[in-house]
């Protein structure tokens, strides 16, 4: 693994997602009327600027490219979003908000550092809904390195949380 000369703050995040959809009133049924983001600004047809809590814009979506365009398959970009949810709890509601919509899910996965819900959007996009676990909590090797793994999801544990 290669490090950098100079390590990024560790306070920087990744603050929104831009997504360039086919149709606008899909994408945001699906972003808000599934997911509950809010509206927070909307410009025409054109695009739309969603988010958890007031924020200014956690999500983007716009038709400026992409109007009626159809997904890219076999090709380099985006492989997915991934929205972290704060506790268990939440991501067993976004789990029941999903399935209630019915949203097929692509997969799950339980990644010792995670628990995760893969899914698809309207236009294709890749979306991950997860939620990290403590990092008290994260496996590791005898060396004290990352030792993720990729084993199933109980998705019923998971829908019985509170």
Not at 1 to 17: A, E, F, L, N, Q
Not at 74 to 82: C, D, E, M, N, R
Not at 92 to 105: I, S
């Amino acid at each position: 693994m290669s490090k950098p000369s100079s390590p990024i703050d560790p306070r920087v995040t990744i603050g929104h997602v831009h997504l360039k959809v086919a149709n606008l009133e899909r994408a945001l049924g699906f972003y808000c009327g599934v997911l509950g983001f809010e509206l927070q600004q909307r410009l025409g047809s054109q695009a739309a600027f969603l988010s958890a809590g007031g924020y200014h814009h956690h999500l983007g979506l716009n038709t400026w490219e992409s109007a009626g365009g159809l997904p890219p398959p076999g090709s380099t970009g985006l492989f997915h979003v991934a929205i972290l949810y704060p506790t268990r709890a939440l991501l067993g509601d976004a789990l029941r908000r999903v399935l209630a919509a019915g949203v097929e899910l692509d997969g799950s996965a339980d990644h010792g550092v995670s628990e995760a819900i893969y899914l698809r959007d309207p236009d294709g996009n890749g979306v991950e809904l997860y939620r990290d676990r403590p990092p008290a909590q994260w496996p590791r090797t005898g060396a004290g390195e990352l030792a993720m793994f990729t084993r199933p999801l109980d998705l019923d544990a998971l829908l019985a949380e509170p």
